[in-house]
């Protein structure tokens, strides 16, 4: 006479939260997704930032800054900042804001299309340098700019925030590359002489500053 084999099934809510954990960092990005959807419990555990450090946060628009106070995203990587939108509230505080939120999130290594946001040059240059020297590369380089349109470069430093991130980048740093060109490097300068005289440095390597 056959034998007939029952097969029990365990309710995850019964297992211990390191094996639930344990299991959720071998889930693909796809499936964390939907597991965070299963229940409370798996909601709780997956918001850990840990599981969610492939994300992109998109920023298109101001609001879109509250999502990067989410707790699932303080060890995000990567921001974009790429979408025609940002034309919108970036030429005001936009930037200002984006960074202060930036410089809570230290995991933070590269931002999509910050090479064209224009205002940086009206944030506090400790904020900015901190943000930068955090990346992994940054790009600084507008040598096809005309004098007229000088004022008005995207990412344009001061000479103040660009000699304390060469300082800071002696010192410590995140960048594996560096590109400046085009920046003005000179405090004081003749308003005629003013793109003439631009100090040009082109690909800095950081090791240079070790």
Same mark, same amino acid.
């Given at each position: 006479? *056959? ?8 309710? #995850?809510?019964?297992? !211990?939260?390191?094996? +639930?954990?344990? #299991?959720?960092?071998?889930? !693909? !990005? ?40 989410? !707790?699932?995203?303080?060890? +995000? ?26 410089? &809570? ?7 999509? =299309?910050? &090479?064209?946001?224009? *205002? #940086?040059?009206?944030? &506090?240059?400790?904020?900015?340098? =901190? ?19 000088? &004022? ?29 060109? =085009? ?11 003013? +793109? ?15």
């Amino acid at each position: 006479m *056959g034998q007939s084999h029952s097969q029990s099934q365990t309710h #995850i809510s019964v297992l !211990p939260n390191e094996v +639930v954990v344990s #299991i959720l960092q071998h889930l !693909p !990005p796809q499936e964390i997704k939907s597991a965070v959807l299963v229940c409370k419990s798996l909601r709780e555990m997956g918001e850990k930032p840990r599981f969610w450090t492939w994300a992109v946060a998109t920023v298109n628009t101001k609001d879109d800054l509250l999502k990067l106070k989410l !707790p699932r995203l303080q060890m +995000v990587q990567e921001i974009d900042v790429t979408h025609p939108s940002r034309l919108v509230w970036m030429k005001r505080e936009g930037l200002a804001d984006l960074f202060q939120v930036i410089g &809570e999130i230290p995991t933070v290594k590269r931002i999509r =299309g910050l &090479e064209f946001c224009k *205002g #940086i040059q009206d944030i &506090e240059p400790d904020l900015v340098v =901190g943000v930068l020297n955090s990346l992994e590369e940054l790009n600084l380089c507008y040598d096809f700019y005309d004098e007229e349109d000088f &004022e008005d470069m995207p990412l344009r430093l001061e000479a103040e925030q660009l000699e304390l991130l060469f300082t800071a980048v002696a010192e410590k740093t995140n960048l594996k590359f560096l590109q400046v060109s =085009g920046q003005d490097m000179l405090k004081d300068m003749d308003e005629t002489d003013e +793109v003439d005289q631009m100090y040009e440095i082109d690909q800095i390597s950081p090791e240079l500053f070790a």
